[in-house]
């Protein structure tokens, strides 16, 4: 099966920086597109950024030049280095992979999701 772990979240006063990793592991064949979600208090969950596997990222206009995801197909991993933080960055992060394993019966497509990041800025 495929196991997704998170790390790099934490409390950082308001123009402060965090990054953000998500190490996929398991019998991964390939992995497509690679993103990161939030959702705040009382919020619905939201898009930040999602790096395909070819072509251009894509931001979420609040965070537009002051985000970057990135990734490594080597590792499996997915990051998001943050920058400029703002109370309204307050959220818990959740990454989403779309990837393709392989099992005993054969090779099959999925998404998945994080366990969640605490991301706390200051004011």
């Known amino acids: 099966q495929v196991q997704l772990v998170e790390s790099g979240g934490g409390l950082v006063q308001a123009g402060g920086s965090l990054r953000l990793s998500c190490a996929a592991s398991?019998?991964?064949?390939?992995?497509?597109?690679m993103g990161w979600y939030r959702q705040a208090p009382g919020k619905q969950r939201e898009l930040v950024a999602v790096?395909?596997?070819?072509?251009?990222?894509n931001y979420a206009d609040s965070v537009k030049g002051r985000f970057t995801i990135s990734r490594d197909n080597a590792k499996n991993t997915v990051y998001l280095q943050m920058n400029s933080l703002t109370p309204e960055d307050t959220a818990v992060y959740y990454c989403n992979l779309d990837l393709t394993y392989l099992s005993g019966s054969g090779s099959f497509r999925g998404d998945y999701w994080g366990q969640g990041t605490q991301v706390t800025v200051s004011s």
């Open positions: 398991g019998s991964i064949s390939s992995i497509n597109a």
């Open positions: 790096i395909p596997s070819g072509g251009s990222t």
